[in-house]
């Protein structure tokens, strides 16, 4: 019988409630119990896919082709378990599916409302499919006080009742400010968010205060007494020096402890030995390599989440610090004399995917001079695209190559595709149709050729990666783009997508049309970004 844990955020956003919650998560874990993790976001997007990430970080997308929030790749990241299209939720599809029940007619005429309907459907899907968990954590976006979160706020109450007290537990993330002026840390924003979280009916039973300085005891006491928790309920949680170090930092405040002395569960002694050789590959490096992401959203580090995590995953594989050096591709497009500047000095370069013709001869041009300076380099779906671009027209004598998502093209080596198939048939799509979920998304298989790089790093030729995009490199230009040096070695298992391209002259020069990022975790570095960080070790040893 699944025990729920609802989590919420007060005072400010960006307390790392997403975070917390993956923490947890991994620590009930390590003491045996089976969890899953949900988040619930306020927003009116049906999913963040047509989003900005400059408005919201990174897509992240699941195997079953959901786009959702990144805090789903923290859950996935930190606990291993996969996350599906049921554990993300926003107001947008909630209502975008009471308003189709109710044009059908499903409510027989009954006046629809936030109450009971928009709460019912919450409850719903917190409550599906969790017949065989131990713990189901469910993440609040937004803050307590937010007129957008009102609905869900509402709907934990009504669970919390329904549940009862042995199956539920309130945990409420707040600051706990330090004021320099007056060198003293200040009680009354967290006093404030409980109150107003108490206010809509939920009393948190933990407080997780986010400080910068240790909360002294007398400062824990009167949060407790005003708060109407037990003083042992508020755990304070210090800025960390990783993420990686969080997990052993709650643990060590006893967060763990206290929850499972909520439910009146055993707990039995956590197994941390594989947090603490994380922390110990992460903080004891024996070297350090740079690489250089060349992209479009690289003034928002959470535009790229995944892929950061990614890499910090490859060094730990390998022993080193990666140092990553985000560089704007649209500055390659205004002086190309910065080209050898910027990029001379890595060890490694890295096109990661993205949309639109912003930035994309830079990225071109970054292709280039890793395939000419015989820098190691990695392309992820655009990434992949403009390698096949600069190809075709560098090596492959098609100098007008270009993607059709850029314009009109006599040369489309990239184009966009309207079918494929899938396990459940043939997919189809209109060019001008809707952006929103109509992309190639989700896990899909691909064929490796044997005895080709990509097999060797995997040690296999079946793979099955997550995609998201609306391009592919078109299969009538593969011929030609061989015969200028590229091999696909990697194709959908009809043979009719290319997946996976590399240059077997190059000392590490791979593109892939899938985000292998997504599928990286701290405990199981991905094996492309592993081989890809010790390329670059070998690359640092000759620069």
């Known amino acids: 019988m699944a025990r729920y844990i609802f989590i919420t955020g007060g005072v400010v956003s960006s307390l790392g409630k997403g975070l917390m919650a993956a923490s947890l998560?991994?620590?009930?874990?390590?003491?045996?119990?089976?969890v899953r993790i949900r988040k619930f976001d306020p927003y009116l997007n049906v999913d963040p896919g047509t989003m900005s990430p400059y408005q919201h970080g990174e897509v992240y997308v699941t195997d079953d082709g959901a786009e959702t929030d990144l805090d789903l790749g923290h859950y996935e990241r930190f606990t291993g378990v996969s996350a599906h299209q049921g554990d993300n939720i926003t107001s947008g599809r909630i209502y975008q599916q009471i308003i189709a029940r109710e044009r059908r007619g499903d409510y027989l005429g009954a006046t629809v409302?936030?109450?009971?309907?928009?709460?019912?459907?919450?409850?719903?899907?917190?409550?599906?499919?969790?017949?065989?968990?131990?713990?189901?954590?469910?993440?609040?976006g937004g803050t307590v006080g937010d007129i957008e979160s009102l609905p869900f706020i509402e709907a934990i109450r009504q669970l919390r009742n329904e549940l009862g007290r042995e199956r539920s537990c309130a945990v409420h993330v707040t600051l706990v400010?330090?004021?320099?002026?007056?060198?003293?840390?200040?009680?009354?924003?967290?006093?404030?968010s409980v109150r107003e979280l108490t206010s809509l009916g939920v009393q948190p039973d933990l407080l997780l205060c986010r400080c910068e300085h240790a909360l002294p005891e007398s400062e824990r006491s009167k949060i407790a007494l005003f708060c109407n928790v037990r003083p042992e309920a508020v755990i304070q949680a210090l800025d960390a020096s990783s993420i990686y170090a969080v997990p052993l930092q709650y643990h060590a405040e006893g967060l763990d402890d206290e929850v499972l002395r909520h439910f009146d569960?055993?707990?039995?002694?956590?197994?941390?030995?594989?947090?603490?050789?994380?922390?110990d590959r992460y903080q004891n490096p024996e070297g350090e390599v740079t690489i250089g992401v060349v992209g479009k959203y690289v003034g928002l580090p959470d535009a790229y989440k995944s892929l950061n995590e990614a890499l910090v995953h490859g060094g730990m594989?390998?022993?080193?610090?990666?140092?990553?050096r985000w560089i704007d591709a649209e500055i390659f497009e205004q002086d190309d004399s910065d080209i050898v500047a910027q990029l001379e000095p890595l060890h490694g370069i890295l096109v990661p995917g993205g949309f639109g013709t912003r930035g994309s001869e830079g990225k071109i041009a970054s292709v280039r001079f890793a395939r000419e300076r015989n820098v190691p380099?990695?392309?992820?779906?655009?990434?992949m695209q403009m390698a096949c671009v600069e190809g075709a027209r560098n090596t492959a004598?098609?100098?007008?190559?270009?993607?059709?998502?850029?314009?009109?093209?006599?040369e489309p080596v990239v184009g966009i595709i309207t079918e494929w198939?899938?396990?459940?048939?043939?997919?189809?799509?209109?060019?001008?149709?809707?952006?929103?979920?109509?992309?190639?998304?989700?896990?899909?298989?691909?064929?490796?050729?044997?005895?080709?790089?990509?097999?060797?790093?995997?040690?296999?030729?079946?793979?099955?990666e997550r995609h998201r995009h609306r391009y592919e490199v078109n299969a009538s230009y593969v011929p030609a783009l061989e015969q200028g040096g590229l091999v696909f070695s990697g194709m959908s298992p009809d043979g009719l997508l290319p997946e996976i391209v590399e240059r077997p002259d190059h000392p590490w020069f791979v593109g892939v049309q899938f985000h292998p990022e997504l599928k990286s975790k701290p405990f199981d570095p991905h094996p492309l970004f592993a081989s890809f960080i010790k390329a670059a070790i070998h690359q640092s040893r000759l620069v």
């Open 377 to 383: 380099f990695f392309g992820i779906c655009l990434g």
């Open 397 to 410: 004598g098609i100098e007008t190559a270009a993607s059709t998502e850029f314009g009109p093209t006599d």
């Open 113 to 140: 409302q936030v109450i009971p309907h928009v709460t019912d459907a919450i409850k719903q899907f917190a409550l599906a499919d969790t017949e065989d968990l131990d713990f189901v954590l469910c993440e609040i």
């Open 421 to 464: 198939m899938t396990k459940e048939g043939l997919q189809t799509r209109e060019a001008g149709g809707d952006l929103g979920g109509t992309m190639r998304l989700g896990a899909y298989d691909a064929r490796l050729q044997p005895n080709s790089r990509v097999a060797e790093i995997y040690g296999s030729t079946e793979i099955s």
């Open 317 to 324: 594989a390998n022993r080193v610090k990666v140092n990553i």
């Open 177 to 192: 400010p330090y004021v320099s002026a007056a060198g003293e840390l200040k009680t009354k924003p967290t006093q404030h």
């Open 25 to 34: 998560a991994a620590l009930l874990q390590a003491r045996g119990y089976k």
């Open 265 to 279: 569960l055993a707990a039995p002694t956590p197994d941390l030995a594989r947090w603490d050789d994380i922390l």
